[in-house]
């Protein structure tokens, strides 16, 4: 019988320290607005891993949505439906060709409260990404693009070389990092890099901008072009940092969309 009762009070003590264990360590307050992070061509939902982790420790809600990187227009309506599945605020955050869906994602989204663009395109209407990129000199994607995929239904699926992505898409990443991206990098058609934009919501809602100052898929120049243009709350740029400084340096693009899910004026 002692043996039993004792064994019922470690049982008891371990039930406890388990509860503890499971219980989240900070409940999320209820006017977060959570946080929608959109990938662009050539990456994943996970290059997102550390910028989502470092929100999550503020106590934001996120999620990384994988982008189909098919089309702008249908694009953008698989991300504003998962905008409208979430209650309450959202922030939308975009990389690279994410920026050209979030554009057009939040057009008529009433939950959508802020724009972040993450080394990405802001188009005007009627603006593509292929535009944007050849608007300004730097860009030295073209040539390290592996010859197009063709599909069933005659479009063309764009990779780049593998054995040069890492100089191209992630040089201030270490190779054990970009090399595993390489293999994993998701397509995008041809056809979505020319598609023009069917709307610009950074034209009446707050947006942020950060970038690095060593891109080589989208000229610095046109980043800085498209970040005066939307009149930008606030620019970031990470020195020395590559195409992909939500993998490189995932601390300055937290920051920011930090910045911007707290932010409470609207601009003017």
């Not at 019988?1 to 039993?4: I, Q, T």
């Not at 989204?109 to 993450?118: E, G, I, S, T």
């Not at 608007?135 to 994607?141: A, D, E, N």
């Given at each position: 019988?002692?043996?039993?009762s004792?064994f019922?009070?470690?049982?008891?003590?371990?039930?406890?320290?388990g509860l503890?264990?499971a219980a989240p360590?900070r409940a999320?307050?209820?006017?977060?607005?959570?946080?929608v992070l959109?990938?662009?061509?050539?990456?994943e939902?996970?290059?997102?891993n550390d910028v989502a982790r470092d929100l999550?420790a503020r106590?934001?809600?996120?999620?990384?949505?994988?982008?189909?990187?098919?089309?702008v227009?249908s694009?953008a309506?698989?991300v504003?439906a998962?905008?409208a599945s979430v209650p309450?605020?959202v922030v939308?955050v975009?990389?690279?060709?994410g920026?050209s869906?979030?554009s057009?994602?939040a057009?008529g989204?009433?939950?959508?409260?802020?724009?972040?663009?993450?080394a990405?395109?802001a188009?005007e209407?009627g603006?593509?990404?292929?535009?944007?990129?050849g608007?300004?000199?730097?860009?030295?994607?073209g040539?390290?693009?592996?010859p197009?995929?063709?599909?069933?239904?005659?479009?063309?699926?764009l990779y780049?070389q593998?054995p040069l992505?890492g100089?191209q898409?992630?040089?201030?990443?270490a190779?054990?990092?970009?090399?595993?991206?390489?293999?994993?990098?998701?397509?995008?058609?041809e056809a979505?890099?020319g598609e023009?934009?069917p709307?610009?919501?950074w034209?009446?809602l707050?947006?942020?901008f950060v970038?690095?100052?060593?891109d080589?898929n989208?000229p610095?120049?046109a980043?800085?072009f498209?970040?005066e243009?939307?009149?930008a709350?606030?620019t970031?740029v990470v020195?020395?940092?590559?195409?992909?400084v939500?993998?490189?340096?995932?601390g300055?693009?937290?920051?920011l969309?930090a910045e911007a899910?707290?932010?409470?004026a609207?601009r003017?």
């Open positions: 019988m002692k043996k039993l004792q019922a009070r470690a049982f008891c003590a371990i039930g406890v320290l503890q264990l360590a999320t307050p209820p006017d977060r607005p959570t946080i959109v990938h662009g061509a050539f990456a939902s996970a290059s997102w999550r106590s934001f809600p996120v999620i990384a949505v994988a982008n189909p990187l098919r089309g227009k694009d309506a698989y504003g998962v905008v309450g605020p939308l975009g990389h690279s060709y920026g869906v979030i057009a994602a057009e989204r009433p939950n959508v409260k802020a724009l972040v663009y993450v990405a395109f188009p209407v603006e593509s990404a292929v535009d944007l990129s608007k300004f000199p730097g860009s030295t994607l040539p390290t693009l592996a197009p995929v063709a599909l069933p239904d005659g479009g063309k699926d780049i593998q992505f100089r898409f992630a040089a201030d990443v190779p054990r990092v970009s090399g595993p991206m390489a293999v994993a990098q998701r397509p995008v058609t979505a890099l023009p934009a709307a610009a919501a034209k009446h707050p947006s942020w970038y690095g100052d060593a080589r989208i610095p120049a980043l800085s498209m970040a243009r939307a009149k709350v606030r970031v020195k020395g940092a590559s195409h992909v939500m993998v490189s340096r995932p300055p693009v937290a920051r969309i899910a707290e932010a409470k609207p003017d």
